[in-house]
């Protein structure tokens, strides 16, 4: 008869999600996850298959929950305030993080998308979702007379894309407003250019 799971596996996931983000994949040892998560080897492996696998489902559930505060970008509203409280919000974010830990799809980015296909794959459809809800968004605005800038859509949201990471990694060791303030602005008012 098979032995019935005593750990919820959402909790157990989002605690190994921890413990990457953190750490990084590298960094995270077999204890180290069976440690946070409160299981045994045995069920670690049964559940989530090996550490890989496991580090691939926290990524996924970390991206969807990013994914849904990117939908903001996809409210009805002056596409500029749309932006404008899109990357104010996502910079306060990053300063609101009291252990400092970055972004966990940045840090994978880093650590592990130039060797790891699985990873870098994932990162691509985060990156193209968040990239063409950009676009759609400056789309609009253009549109609409909203934002001036006459690049395409996809180049300048290509741009904010950039603009969201350097904030992110700046943030891990530059951890003040007036830091990371300017390069908002600076990347909004190319709006109006």
Known sequence: MPRTKCFDREDALQKAMGAFWSRGYEATSIQDLVDCMGINRGSLYDTFGDKHKLFLAALDQYTSRSLTRGS?????????????????????????????????????????????????????????????????????????GEIKNKRSAMDLAAFFVGIM??????????????????????????LHA
């Open 72 to 144: 903001s970008l996809q409210v009805d509203g002056n596409s500029v305030e749309i932006l404008h409280d899109f990357l104010f919000g996502f910079m306060y974010r990053v300063l609101g993080d009291p252990e400092n830990r970055g972004c966990f799809i940045t840090n994978t980015t880093v650590e592990r998308s130039s060797y790891d296909e699985k990873c870098a794959s994932r990162l691509r459809e985060y990156y193209d979702v968040i990239e063409n809800d950009l676009k759609n968004l400056i789309t609009r605005g253009q549109e609409a």
């Open 165 to 190: 990471q350097g904030v992110r990694v700046l943030g891990k060791i530059r951890q003040d407003e007036a830091s990371l303030r300017p390069m908002v602005e600076v990347a909004l008012a190319t």
